[in-house]
């Protein structure tokens, strides 16, 4: 922070003043990228991309092969989704590593600057707090964004240097939804992780309670709610149909409330376009169904409510993030 307060003074002499908001920036940008945590998340990253394409790829042709699947037509969805069982799909790793990088870029971002005495000299200049809050949150962002579209882009010129298939317009249009939802989904615990920076002043605390809020999503939130609904509901082998529907439908509302789960129902629809309801379906609702993809609209608004939740919890925690922030004694 004492090269942004540095920078700052001497970019008030120069004619192209891009504002202490553009300085700030671009220095936790530089931050970013020179840092050792980074670098490791993003190789591991790129080797699970890698790795997830490889075995894609030597599936691909039994993936398209397949005229029973309504979706074997989409090569470069298959791309995303093919794969032997030996490893998961790209799409299920970043439900577990996407977290990983949003809690590293954000879990010291506040209470480190405090630590190391830089956030007294950086606040004693003339900056808003919520211009120091949203240069963190926005930084890290951008990286990310740069990160899941260079692979976006290196797997459709790797599509169609192997493949010679081009891309249809409607393939293209679901994965840059999908880069945008993981976007949002790394947004949400970049966000969650800021905000515990700001409410515990050591950075490993933030960066353990960061940690066991995703190993509780991911792990035990599923058993506590299926413990929760045996002891509540009754047996479903003495219930009729419709109230089968009804209490898989509380079971999966209660697991909607984890980001993790949002993530995965919103990018399952958008990479396979034959599926058509996100819950219980009757025998009555199938009857008379053709198997065939959905638009691409169609799916958007299938997914919407997940992305909408996605969304109003990253704005709720930086929301709050920023009432702590602005409440916060900055000279202790």
Wanted: aromatic fraction near 10%; charged fraction near 10%; hydrophobic fraction near 55%.
């Amino acid at each position: 922070m004492n090269q942004i307060v540095l920078k700052i003074q001497a970019m008030k002499s120069q004619s192209l003043d891009p504002g202490p908001f553009g300085v700030m920036i671009h220095k936790e940008i530089a931050d970013h990228i020179r840092s050792w945590r980074f670098s490791i998340l993003i190789a591991l990253i790129v080797l699970t991309f890698i790795a997830a394409m490889y075995v894609s790829l030597a599936n691909i042709k039994s993936a398209i092969g397949n005229t029973k699947d309504p979706d074997h037509l989409f090569l470069y969805l298959k791309l995303l989704t093919t794969t032997d069982n030996s490893i998961p799909p790209f799409h299920v790793f970043l439900s577990f590593l996407a977290p990983l990088l949003g809690i590293s870029l954000g879990f010291d971002a506040v209470n480190s600057e405090q630590n190391n005495g830089t956030l007294t000299r950086l606040m004693a200049q003339p900056i808003y707090r919520d211009n120091l809050l949203l240069a963190k949150f926005v930084s890290a962002l951008v990286i990310v964004s740069g990160l899941f579209f260079a692979l976006t882009l290196l797997m459709i010129g790797g599509g169609l240097v192997l493949t010679g298939v081009r891309m249809e317009p409607q393939e293209l249009l679901r994965i840059l939804g999908f880069i945008v939802i993981t976007i949002a989904y790394v947004a949400f615990w970049l966000s969650l992780s800021i905000m515990l920076s700001i409410l515990f002043k050591q950075a490993a605390t933030s960066a353990l309670t960061a940690i066991g809020i995703w190993l509780f999503f991911t792990i035990f939130y599923q058993i506590v709610i299926n413990l929760i609904v045996k002891s509540f509901l009754p047996d479903p082998a003495y219930l009729s149909q419709a109230e089968i529907i009804s209490y898989n439908d509380v079971i999966l509302n209660l697991q909607r409330v984890a980001p993790n789960q949002l993530y995965s129902d919103a990018v399952t629809t958008l990479l396979m376009p034959s599926v058509r309801s996100l819950g219980p379906v009757t025998m009555e609702q199938m009857a008379g169904a053709i198997p065939a993809p959905l638009p691409f609209k169609e799916s958007v608004m299938i997914v919407w409510p997940q992305v909408s939740g996605l969304m109003a919890s990253t704005v709720g925690c930086f929301a709050f993030a920023y009432y702590l922030f602005m409440r916060r004694e900055i000279r202790s």
